[in-house]
């Protein structure tokens, strides 16, 4: 394992944990996109059910279970627990119009045809795109806190680390995933404007906010 995969695992696993940490601290889930939070849910099971047919490493056993546990304690607080705090109201991207075109894509285009191979390309293509309703809930309110937009940096920091470990492999391993790699892509490009924002703005203490 590189450099650059650890550290996108480690901004990973800082993102999710500072998401939960926002959530219990404050005992609200408000502008927090409940349906981004899904997606990833579905991200991860989908992507680690090779966790019942095979075993790589305890590292990377644990990571999965951690993500999956974590994605699926961050929906139970959102619908459940802290329900009354969701705001559903401006949380209204139509996830529909990404699971469906993405489940296509995921039967057409990938390495191999069989169940477990669709799902982890299903739950690539996925995560490229499961923080949109996020994105797409900030642009209604037209602002975000500032917890919410360090949860959103190490999300997109997490993405655009895994894009120098795939540029890694392939120079140093000759190890090249086309799927995953133009996935990273397509993700990295939707956190730039937020990246800009990031730097710009709530680094500078500043407010995050955008144009409703």
């Not at 590189?2 to 480690?10: C, I, K, P, Q």
């Not at 999956?68 to 996830?95: E, P, Q």
Request: glycine share 6%.
């Amino acid at each position: 394992m590189n450099v650059f995969r650890l550290t996108g695992d480690l901004s990973h696993l800082a993102a999710i944990i500072i998401l939960l940490l926002k959530i219990w601290k404050t005992r609200s889930c408000a502008g927090i996109s409940g349906k981004s939070q899904v997606l990833f849910a579905l991200v991860f099971t989908t992507r680690y059910l090779d966790l019942l047919t095979s075993f790589i490493s305890l590292y990377n056993t644990s990571m999965k279970m951690i993500y999956i546990g974590c994605s699926y304690a961050t929906v139970y607080l959102i619908y459940m627990k802290f329900k009354a705090t969701y705001d559903g109201n401006h949380d209204t991207f139509r996830v529909e119009f990404l699971v469906v075109p993405v489940g296509g894509l995921a039967f057409l285009v990938n390495h191999d045809f069989s169940p477990l191979e669709i799902l982890w390309t299903f739950s690539i293509y996925l995560e490229s795109v499961a923080i949109l309703p996020q994105l797409f809930m900030i642009s209604k309110t037209g602002e975000a806190e500032t917890i919410t937009t360090h949860y959103l940096f190490f999300l997109g920091l997490y993405r655009a680390l895994y894009l120098i470990n795939w540029i890694w492999r392939f120079y140093f391993e000759g190890f090249f995933d086309m799927i995953a790699i133009v996935a990273g892509v397509v993700q990295t490009i939707l956190y730039c404007d937020f990246f800009y924002l990031y730097v710009t703005k709530v680094l500078k203490g500043k407010k995050l906010s955008l144009p409703a």
